[in-house]
């Protein structure tokens, strides 16, 4: 359904690895300023940013070894 060239070398899937944790962290970041009080960082901006990187990193990897069966 996709293509896999995204997924061919390491500093794309570093590069799109890090668009999409910026992204996720900029949509959560948005609703803890809408949601909470005072608006306040909580620890679970950092984490879901650092789980959206490595969650795109392992699928990398899943695809990667899906693309050469030893």
């Not at 590069?15 to 909580?42: K, Q």
């Not at 950092?46 to 699928?59: D, H, K, N």
């Amino acid at each position: 359904m996709f293509s896999d060239k995204i997924f061919r070398s390491w500093p794309s899937v570093l590069l799109a690895a890090a668009i999409l944790s910026a992204l996720f962290g900029v949509i959560v970041y948005m609703f803890e300023r809408l949601l909470t009080p005072g608006g306040d960082i909580s620890r679970a901006t950092p984490g879901i940013v650092v789980l959206a990187f490595v969650g795109y990193i392992l699928v990398a990897l899943f695809i990667r070894s899906k693309e050469h069966p030893d």
